[in-house]
Structure formats: C-alpha cells, structure tokens
C-alpha cells in the first residue's frame, strides 16, 4: 500500500467501516457507582424501558431513582410520573434534590388510559424521564410497544411492576428486581443486554449519604429496634 | 342532482348507477323518473356551492395572491409569480393535486394557460392539458367545442344552427359579422382568451373571521367520520392562519345533531398553533375520551380571534426532532385524560403533613416556566429528610400485636418521636407524634400515634 494511501487512512476524518464506533448505547449515571458498574454502557440506559420488579411499593426504588432524577430536573428537563400507587410526597423529593417544578403527575382512571398516556410520554422526546407503574400481568405486546416508544423518545424510561413473580420474562432488555434489605437495597440484576446476570447488589442507603455506594454482602436480618414506646396517658 | 329551473326540475350531475340505467344529464326530472323509477333527487343548493368556492378560494390563496372567482364551478390562479416560490410547475401541481384530494374534492379539472380564460375553457371542457406558450393558444383553443363560451342558450343554438362546433371554425369567422349576430361579448371574450385583449379581474379577498360548516350527507355516530370532517376543517383552518400569519390556541367545534340541539367541543392546543396535523391529534384524542351523545349531521367552527404567531427561537445546530413538542403532548394529555388527571407536585407552608403538599400546576413542568414555586422552600413542612417519599392518600390505621403497630410485620420505632401539633385555629387539629418505623424485612415506614387517641396509623413509606 503507497504511503500516500496511508496517511490518508490515518486522517481523523476518515472513517473505516470495519471499525466499530467506540461508544456504547447512550446512558445516564444512576447517581449509584456501584450500580453504573454493573449497567451496560455505565449507566440507566437511554432510548429504553427498564423494568424494576418489587413486591410492593416502598421497597427503597424512589432512593434507587431519585438521584437520576435530580440531575435531570437540575438540567430543567422534565419528568412524568404514570400512575405512582401513592402521593409523591413532595417535601421528601424536593429534599433528595428534584426540582419539583418539572415533576409531573398523571393519574390516567383506567388501565387502557394508564397505557396509553405511558406510552405517547415515552414517546415524546420532552419528556427525560418516564416512570409508570403497573401491577399485574402486562402482554409482550404491550410491553414492546412501550419499548418502542421509549427508543422514539429517547429518555429514560422505567416500568415499575408490582403483582408478578421476579422470574416471569419479559422483552424489555434491562430488568432488576428490588427487594428491601435491612439498611438498604437488594438489587439483583435479573436481566442485561450483553452481560450474564451479576449477583446481587446491595445499595447501602444510610452510607450512601455520603456519596459513595457500597458493595458489600446482603446482610442477614433481621436487625431488631428497641422495643415501641409504651404510650404514656395525655396529661390533662 | 336536481336543479330547479324554468319549467320544472331537470337533472344534473346523475351518478354511475343513474347513467347506467339511461339517465342523462339535462333531462327533465319526469323524464328521468320514467327511466329509473327508484331514482333519489338531491334539490341543488347555489348557496351551498358558492361557499364551497369561497372556501376553496380560501385555501388557495396560500399558492397565489391573485385568485378570482369563477362561479359556479371554477377559480382561476395567477400562479405565474409562484412558480419559482413552490419550485416549478410539476411541484405546485402536486401539492395542489394532493391539498383537493385531502379536502375531499375528487378529480378536480385542472389547466393551466397563458391566459384567464383559456385556462378556464380548457378546464371545463375537461382538457388537461398545461399551455406555456401564447403563440400557441389559438391552435390549443381551436380545439375547443364551443359550449365552454359563455352564450346565453338561444346564442348557443343559434352557433349550432350555423353549424359551429369548434372555437377553431368560429375564430375563422369574420369578427365584425360575429359581433353582428352575437353582440360584442362573444369578440371580447374570445381576444382575451387569446391573450389579444387585457383581462383584469377582481381578487378574492378573504374574510378576516373563520366560519366554516361541513356536512356528511348522513349522520355518522363513528369516530372516522369525525376524524374526516375535522382534517379537512383543519386543513383549511391551517391555510387560513398561514396566510395571515396567525394561529389558534383553543377553538370550539359545533356538532350538529339530527334531533337534539347542537353539541359543543372545546379543544384546547396548549400553545398557539396553525398545525394541521397538532389540531387534528387533539381531536382525535377528544374523540376518543368522550362518546358523541348523538349522530352527527355536521360540524362547524366559527372563530373571530386570534393570536399572533409566535415563532421560538432556534438553535443554529437544533434537532427539532429530539425537542420535541411539550405543549401539544400536554394538550393531549389534558383532552384525554381530562384536567383532574394532571398535576405537578409542589410544597406547601404547613407543618400538618398531608398539607405540606399540593397538586401543582402541570404547566409548570413545561420548559420556559418559571423555575420554583413561591413555595419551594419547604422551610415550615419541617425536616425534610425525615420525610417519606411515599405519602399515603388517607392514614392506614395500625393494629397492636404484642404492643407494636403491625402492618403485614412487627414494627420497631426508629429514633426520637416528632411532634406535630397544629392546626388548632382552622378546625382541623392534628396533635400527633411521627416516628421512623422499620420491619424486619428492612421497609421503612413513616408512622404516627394519634395523642387524643393514642391510636397508631401508618402515614408514609421511605422508599
């Protein structure tokens, strides 16, 4: 080959097509480092629907997306929230930072409304953030149709299910289910494009206070308080 | 069709299944029954006909300032100034080909000429043929039969009685025994058509307030139906706004009905829009969240104000595609889902926990507003890390099992109690101690002992 040809391939414009672009799919930092290790690309991922799998509500999954959240509404991005099973209690979530002015609250009456207005928000790329609650079985269907949404979008999306065993599959690409754990989260990576399924993650709330998420063993509980206050007759 | 004339009614326009059984146009309306004995006259509506010209007229004054009415039938547009604009004949062609077919006029007659009315001739003799060349005019008109003049009847027989038929045999003809047997008019009509003579016309000037009516010929209780009257009431309501270079913000539809009063629709954009496409989005959303209560026989709109066009600003390297389009997803939200359905969230300046909060104004979520509430301090809901991020609606309350609050486990108190009591000066006292409670399972609850009862209630969860 001429040096000439060469020099030429070296120039930085120039781009071969058996080279792979080095970027991975476009995420956004969890606010957990622990957690970004374990996520594809480092992050929640863009342009998609993750799905978080609970029990029930009030496992720990606002301290889980809070801090993504705050960084969008810093960037004066909004966020909608589909049918949320309680009030979001707004003087907890402007204390973990978000920016309670581009926060907001639908609450469709019934479960076609509930899809539909998950799914054109997922859809519409003003909208940074997603989150949609919804108990019970969902068919593939639908849920693909949310995917799809979600790559038009182009924000974060997440589909928080209650109702359904952590097993069931789904064809969303990222899936974790939740658990609460004494002192924090229990996070288990059910499902994760590209990577086997890690083993659990605990995400150490109370230390996580000062900004560094810990890895460590799920503890064994239980972790006994100090016994009720025994209540004491109202003086007249 | 049936039109009314001297001496009774005559028929115009018949369909395919009329003409197959020997209906023909220009036949006594008697004379037509006795051929198809099942024959259904619609009694022509000249009224009805010269609005759809005016608003056909409307719409095509986006394509050229200069549009005169041809009526019944007909418009002529100057369009020799617009060719470069639109990008050539071929593609004003197109877009008007494609704008009739979207309001639902099929297989217009379209030509085009050097001249007014050899445009018009060619277009009602059904020649569409596209003339660019004056010189050419007499031969291209020369073809012409002579019906598309406009000759009175007795003129047209006597042109048949001297055995004319085409506009070639006539312009053959001396002119001044022409202007002998058929007045001056006949000349005058023919040298403009050739381009010989001037030929001003009046402009179409459209109305500065939009009120247009579309009926289906039947009613319709389905929403396809609806969604047709409302693109073609939208596309002509867009060609209204661009021309003015206005737009709407809300706009009322009026659903005739067949027997009941009229019914009124509200559409609300979200912003001031001249969209076709956002308007037509809303509608169908407003369809789909409430049931027509009747059949519908027609829709109208009726609107006298307008706003002004705002134009945001863009960014050089902007993708208008990945902005997207905030306040028109909210206006569908809001048509759907219906305005008790959406809510921000903000604080409110009380200790009472279930009145730190309030549904905010959704609007407030759109980019441009105002960042923080007046509010947003959240100084007097207390601590505000020890509040929970779930709040339920109502205070469950807690039974005792072994004299801990249960609530699906054992709970144990966490930390010290908090006391609210306030309230006490607008009939809803609280006198209450909060604690931080956690199960077993590793939930954290946010519970409280009422003080006057000493009853437990769990209040929020710490998610």
């Not at chain 2, 073809?143 to 070639?168: I, N, Q, W």
């Not at chain 2, 101690?433 to 946010?446: F, K, V």
Request: charged fraction near 25%; glycine fraction near 10%; aromatic fraction near 6%.
């Amino acid at each position: 080959m001429s040096t000439a040809l060469n020099t030429l391939l070296q120039h930085r414009e120039l781009w071969r097509a058996n080279r792979l672009s080095q970027t991975g799919p476009a995420t956004l930092p969890s606010g957990w480092p622990a957690l970004d290790a374990e996520l594809p690309g480092g992050g929640w991922p863009l342009a998609a629907l993750t799905e978080l799998r609970l029990d029930q509500a009030g496992v720990g999954e606002l301290g889980l997306l809070l801090p993504a959240l705050a960084r969008l509404g810093r960037e004066g991005r909004r966020i909608v929230l589909v049918a949320p099973p309680h009030i979001p209690y707004a003087p907890a979530w402007q204390a973990a930072g978000v920016v309670l002015s581009r926060v907001l609250w639908l609450s469709p009456t019934t479960s076609r409304e509930r899809l539909w207005a998950l799914e054109q928000s997922l859809r519409e790329p003003s909208c940074a953030a997603v989150l949609g609650w919804w108990t019970g079985p969902l068919p593939d269907v639908q849920c693909r149709r949310l995917q799809l949404a979600a790559n038009a979008g182009g924000g974060l999306g997440f589909l928080l299910r209650t109702g359904m065993t952590a097993s069931a599959a789904s064809p969303l690409h990222l899936r974790l289910g939740l658990e609460a754990t004494p002192g924090g989260l229990t996070l288990r990576l059910l499902k994760r494009q590209g990577l086997p399924p890690a083993r659990p993650l605990f995400l150490n709330y109370r230390e996580e206070e000062s900004g560094h998420a810990l890895v460590s063993p799920v503890p064994a509980r239980p972790a006994p308080g100090r016994p009720v206050a025994r209540p004491r007759p109202v003086p007249a | 069709m049936l039109e009314r004339r001297a001496g009774g009614d005559w028929v115009r326009a018949p369909n395919a299944t009329a003409q197959a059984l020997g209906v023909q146009e220009g036949m006594k309306h008697a004379a037509a029954l006795a051929r198809a004995g099942a024959l259904h006259g619609l009694r022509r509506q000249p009224a009805r006909e010269r609005e759809t010209l005016e608003a056909l007229a409307e719409w095509s004054l986006q394509f050229t300032a200069l549009v005169s009415l041809e009526p019944p039938d007909a418009l002529v547009l100057e369009i020799g100034g617009s060719l470069r604009y639109f990008g050539g004949l071929p593609a004003l062609r197109r877009r008007l080909d494609a704008g009739l077919a979207e309001q639902g006029f099929t297989a217009p007659q379209l030509a085009c000429a050097p001249t007014p009315l050899a445009a018009l001739w060619q277009a009602r003799a059904g020649r569409d043929e596209t003339v660019l060349d004056a010189a050419a005019l007499p031969e291209v008109l020369g073809r012409l039969p002579v019906t598309v003049l406009p000759l009175a009847d007795k003129a047209r027989a006597s042109l048949e009685a001297l055995g004319l038929r085409r506009l070639s045999e006539l312009l053959a003809l001396p002119s001044s025994g022409l202007a002998r047997r058929f007045g001056p008019v006949l000349g005058q009509s023919l040298a403009r058509a050739l381009g010989q003579a001037p030929d001003p016309r009046p402009g179409f000037e459209a109305p500065a307030c939009f009120v247009r009516r579309l009926e289906l010929g039947w009613p319709a209780s389905d929403g396809e139906a609806l969604l047709f009257l409302g693109r073609r009431l939208f596309a002509e309501l867009a060609a209204f706004l661009d021309r003015r270079g206005l737009a709407v913000q809300a706009l009322c539809l009026e659903l005739e009905h067949d027997r009941d009063p009229p019914s009124r629709r509200a559409l609300g954009f979200g912003q001031a829009t001249a969209c076709a496409q956002a308007m037509l989005l809303i509608w169908r959303e407003e369809l789909a969240r409430q049931a027509l209560p009747a059949p519908v026989t027609a829709m109208g709109l009726r609107l006298r104000e307008f706003c002004e066009r705002q134009a945001p600003p863009r960014d050089l390297f902007d993708d208008p595609a990945r902005r997207g389009e905030p306040a028109l997803w909210l206006a569908r939200m809001r048509t759907r889902l219906g305005e008790a359905a959406l809510g921000g969230l903000d604080c409110v300046a009380d200790h009472r926990p279930e009145r730190a909060w309030r549904r905010g104004e959704p609007d407030a979520a759109l980019p441009g507003m105002r960042d923080a509430s007046p509010n947003a301090d959240g100084a007097a809901s207390g601590p505000a890390e020890t509040r929970p991020g779930w709040l339920l609606a109502e205070p469950e309350p807690l039974p005792l099992r072994e004299e801990r609050p249960w609530h699906g486990e054992a709970l144990f108190l966490e930390g010290r109690a908090e006391r609210i009591e306030s309230g006490w000066w607008d009939g809803e006292p609280v006198r209450r101690d909060y604690y931080r409670a956690a199960g077993p399972s590793g939930r954290h609850y946010w519970i409280y002992q009422d003080r006057q009862s000493l009853a437990w209630f769990l209040h929020g969860l710490f998610a």
